[in-house]
């Protein structure tokens, strides 16, 4: 992304990392987060990021863009390239709440912005099956919005496995295979790609109907 602020032709392929386990992966370093406040003097500053990966795209199925938890000119950069979003809300009453913010940002850059991003789906994230307040807050956020947008059936879990497996640089696949940690991320991996099916479906007869 510096480059591209710089007016210097990016190459995303020097920065990709291949992993074992069948995946590229483009890590961060802490410049990054010095970068959020450079952003807001660039020009078309809301397109860094989708000019740095434009020629990606074509090498992959999919890529995946992992957000820090704050709406600042980084988050806004990843919506602005992204086809869809999947939101995580942690079970957290003040997760939850802060709902409504996260939506309203996401309809002003398709408004705005990026007039092809759409929601792919909320997903609940670090929930403790011991306590009722995880089923109360998925309860409430599919009550809010489950009629307008996928809510996934799959929950990742709270888990020591998943902080043991960042500490030491592993994925939680390698790290803890047979764990439950492992199994609900494999688990929401075939959600969204059947769901992913359905919504090809379902735009395909649409456009048959028209």
Do not use: W
């Amino acid at each position: 992304m510096g480059r591209t602020m710089n007016d210097i032709d990016p190459d995303p392929k020097e920065a990709i990392l291949h992993h074992n386990e069948g995946i590229d992966i483009i890590p961060t370093n802490l410049e990054l987060a010095s970068m959020e406040m450079s952003l807001v003097n660039a020009m078309s500053r809301e397109f860094t990021m989708r000019n740095s990966i434009k020629d990606l795209k074509k090498d992959y199925d999919y890529i995946l863009i992992d957000c820090m938890p704050s709406l600042g000119m980084l988050t806004i950069n990843a919506l602005a390239c992204a086809d869809k979003v999947i939101i995580p809300v942690q079970s957290e009453f003040l997760a939850a709440k802060d709902m409504s913010h996260l939506m309203t940002t996401v309809l002003k850059v398709k408004k705005q912005i990026n007039p092809d991003l759409k929601v792919g789906g909320i997903l609940l994230t670090i929930v403790d099956d011991r306590r009722n307040l995880s089923k109360e807050i998925y309860e409430e956020l599919n009550s809010t919005y489950g009629k307008v947008f996928k809510m996934f059936e799959t929950k990742i879990p709270r888990s020591v496995k998943a902080a043991e497996s960042t500490r030491l640089g592993k994925s939680i696949l390698s790290y803890d295979k047979s764990g439950k940690v492992a199994k609900s991320f494999l688990e929401l991996a075939k959600e969204v790609l059947e769901y992913e099916r359905e919504s090809k479906t379902r735009d395909k007869d649409a456009i048959q109907c028209r």
